[in-house]
């Protein structure tokens, strides 16, 4: 919320001060943001390998989240108008969140048993949406109030960053203490070496994993348009003429629903299995593409976003416990390199489609409805997929 709601106009604020134009600093921040995926995106493979031996996910995983809070914290000391160090700074924080995200993904199967996977993934989940809400209600707060009328708008923004720094260290604490690597190989002499050789020989021997390659591509797609929905929100909203403040207001409200719905997702998926409630969501979207195309009105875009709260954290979390569960353990961060790719790459087809159906037509509502062929080609391979147990 932080990253999509604050820095973006923070770092506006201090290129434009530096004398650069809108266009110009609006390009750059593009350019950082996907500067940080590509870094990670591209890296995540060979390092997912090498988590996979005794003892490297635990250090990975602390490295890279106190990388990310590290350089949150050096935000807030970046000297006035220092746009480039201030977006420097930036991509080392996103490089640090995004890298620990891998092995936070890959360590769910050493905290828990396949048949609480779907419950466990899901919890987690809904906790971070209504983190992450709360965080941003207090920022708002100091926001507005520009702290409570003691602080400059230089300062308060500042301010905010701190305080994210020190709610993520808060809360990575206790997986920092209590969290361990339970299935690894064991030690080489060679590790950086040997994880070259095992990730070249798993490419070569792709056709023993065919369920889990026809799960990403599955994958791909449909979490391409959840995610693009998501992304592009504020912009649909903009064109539709609601108030900034409202967007904010409805983005929030989502985070909110989605932690009770994320929640009962995981549980659903226990009694009935994952596969199912995924195809359920999958549904969900479809109609959400199919809705977005008669929306008028704010009452319209509630809905819309009411809509994305109750199924947006259930697929995410369903897909990540799924995919656990299909992956040999002690391979798991390997496999999870390769789920964080075809996740992030995702993120290019979805905004390309959407942003020329949009052009095209001139309305921004056939560019949602036009995302209704991720989730028809996402859901029908992941439909088709067979239910044969792979676990190693």
């Not at 700074?89 to 769910?108: E, P, R, T, W």
């Not at 965080?135 to 905010?160: A, E, H, R, Y």
Request: charged share 10%; with cysteine.
């Amino acid at each position: 919320m932080i990253v999509t709601a604050i820095l973006p106009i923070y770092f506006k604020y201090v290129a434009g001060n530096a004398g650069v134009s809108d266009s110009v600093s609006t390009a750059f921040w593009s350019y950082a943001s996907s500067a940080g995926t590509l870094i990670v995106s591209l890296s995540a493979p060979i390092l997912g390998t090498i988590a996979d031996f005794r003892g490297y996910k635990k250090k990975l995983f602390n490295l890279f989240a106190l990388c990310g809070i590290i350089m949150t914290f050096g935000l807030a000391l970046i000297p006035e108008n220092s746009w480039v160090a201030l977006l420097a700074v930036y991509i080392l924080s996103h490089v640090g969140f995004q890298g620990a995200n891998i092995f936070y993904d890959g360590f769910l199967v050493d905290v828990t048993e396949n048949d609480r996977m779907d419950d466990v993934s899901s919890t987690g989940y809904g906790l971070g949406y209504i983190g992450s809400a709360l965080l941003f209600v207090v920022v708002m707060i100091l926001q507005v109030t520009n702290g409570f009328g003691l602080m400059s708008t230089d300062l308060v923004t500042k301010v905010c960053f701190v305080l994210t720094g020190l709610w993520w260290l808060l809360f990575s604490w206790p997986f920092f203490k209590n969290v361990h690597q339970r299935f690894a190989l064991e030690k080489v002499a060679h590790p950086i070496r040997h994880s070259f050789t095992r990730l070249k020989n798993t490419l070569l021997e792709i056709k023993q994993y065919k369920r889990i390659v026809y799960f990403l591509i599955a994958y791909f797609f449909y979490i391409d348009g959840v995610d693009t929905i998501f992304t592009m929100a504020t912009a649909f909203g903009v064109d539709m003429g609601i108030d900034s403040n409202m967007l904010i207001i409805i983005l929030l409200v989502i985070n909110f629903i989605a932690f009770p719905f994320t929640i009962l997702y995981g549980k659903l998926a226990s009694k009935f299995g994952a596969k199912p409630l995924i195809l359920v969501a999958i549904g969900v979207y479809t109609f959400i593409c199919i809705y977005a195309l008669f929306m008028d009105t704010v009452l319209d875009f509630w809905v819309l976003g009411i809509l994305v709260g109750t199924s947006q954290g259930g697929i995410q979390a369903l897909s990540r416990s799924y995919f656990a569960q299909m992956v040999p353990k002690e391979k798991a961060n390997e496999f999870f390199g390769f789920y964080n790719i075809f996740g992030k790459f995702s993120a290019i087809l979805g905004p390309l489609l959407f942003g020329v159906i949009t052009h095209l037509t001139g309305r921004s509502q056939l560019g949602i409805t036009s995302l209704i062929i991720l989730f028809i080609l996402g859901g029908i391979l992941f439909a088709r997929m067979k239910e044969e147990p792979t676990v190693g």
